[in-house]
């Protein structure tokens, strides 16, 4: 099967993550994979070719777009028909709108295009209402949705009326090999001058509105007053939206936690922060389905996470952490504490969320349901 992945970018966040993860294992099986995708960084590129995975820039920015429409030019359309064209694959796999609304595009061009599955990263209410009109370019020609979450899924069908048979849940998987520790716990804490015996918190994100850091940092308030010797870890890009990241640190200063909230920046080492942490947190008041979440529990960790997205379908409340209304600092504070404070628990947790990712997480689950889906819409046009 030939498949075309196409997205924003090929570096930068979950949505990228799941492309790159798509490509390598879809090329494992044989597959013939190429990736097209608008901006941003491609230092993993030379990686993913030498691989076998084909990869094509269509925009030269380097940088992600102020806005939706920074690149409404014919480029990206004739850019996707030509690469269409070439690769001739048997579908096309588009993630999130404004790539999706360039291949649409480009697909009406051709006489014989191939399937479009769309793959829904987000909940529908995250979305501007004008936003509509970028789904009204793409979706008359879109075989089939893949959602990432069932409250993907569900928003989805509710918002655009299309039918159970043409949406999919199939939630994201990870490599096990990918997440792996390269160095102990004790190790790390000593690279970043952490104390071995401090409790650790641990987040990973880009600094972003999403997700709402500076919600964590005031909960840290409270946990550092009860818990003093309590750290928290902050890792991810600060260039995404420099005024949210010059806020979280603003907010840190404000609550006086320079001492006990370390903003580490981008790091490449995410699996080994999370072996070093007590607890996995996430503050964020958007996500789809995060793949920081399965890492954490892949790892053996505890996991606090806001009730958002898919969040509570890949967090079992009580068994493998526990999941608080988003915004709430208060709540968040008390979920965290509770868990540094009952370790025999906590340890509980982490082995329960290894179990649950092993049976429900994998990256060969996540091909297996996509490959389904690439060949039911294949076997319709038939």
């Known amino acids: 099967m030939r498949v075309l992945l196409t997205g924003v970018a090929i570096e930068g966040g979950g949505a990228e993550q799941v492309i790159v993860d798509l490509a390598r294992a879809l090329n494992a099986r044989q597959h013939d994979v190429m990736i097209a995708f608008l ?85 529908q209410s995250a ?25 993907g899924a569900d928003s989805f069908k509710d918002r655009w009326r299309w039918s159970d048979e043409r949406v999919t849940r199939i939630w994201n998987g990870i490599d096990a090999s990918r997440v792996a520790p390269t160095q102990d716990g004790a190790t790390v804490r000593e690279s970043l001058n952490t104390p071995a015996a401090s409790p650790l918190i641990c987040n990973v994100g880009n600094l972003t509105s999403r997700k709402a850091q500076e919600v964590l940092v005031r909960a840290m308030a409270e946990v550092h007053r009860d818990i003093p010797e309590t750290l928290c870890w902050i890792a991810g890009s600060l260039e995404l939206e420099p005024l949210t990241a010059t806020m979280i640190q603003t907010e840190v200063t404000t609550q006086k936690l320079e001492d006990a909230v370390r903003i580490l920046g981008p790091r490449r080492d995410v699996p080994n922060l999370i072996a070093a942490a007590d607890v996995f947190v996430l503050s964020s008041r958007q996500e789809g389905f995060p793949i920081t979440i399965l890492e954490a529990m892949a790892a053996g960790k505890p996991v606090v996470a806001t009730d958002v997205g898919g969040c509570a379908e890949a967090v079992a409340h009580g068994e493998t952490g526990l999941i608080v209304p988003p915004e709430d600092p208060h709540a968040m504070a008390e979920a965290l504490k509770y868990v540094l404070t009952h370790p025999d628990e906590a ?10 990712v092993t049976a429900n997480f994998t990256i060969e689950t996540m091909i297996d349901q996509h490959l389904a889906v690439y060949e039911k819409v294949i076997a319709q046009r038939r």
């Open 347 to 356: 340890r509980q947790m982490g082995e329960a969320g290894r179990e649950r």
């Open 127 to 151: 979305y501007p209402r004008w936003v509509n009109l970028v789904y009204g370019s793409f979706l008359p020609v879109t075989d089939h949705i893949i959602a990432i979450s069932q409250a």
């Open 39 to 123: 901006e941003g960084t491609d230092r993993i590129v030379p990686t993913l070719e030498a691989e076998g995975i084909r990869c094509q820039r269509l925009l030269a920015r380097r940088t992600f777009a102020p806005g939706p429409l920074a690149d409404f030019t014919p480029a990206c359309i004739f850019g996707f028909r030509r690469i269409i064209s070439d690769f001739l694959p048997d579908v096309i796999d588009a993630h999130v709108p404004r790539p999706t609304m360039w291949v649409a595009q480009a697909k009406r061009l051709l006489s014989a295009p191939p399937p479009l599955v769309y793959t829904e990263h987000n909940i």
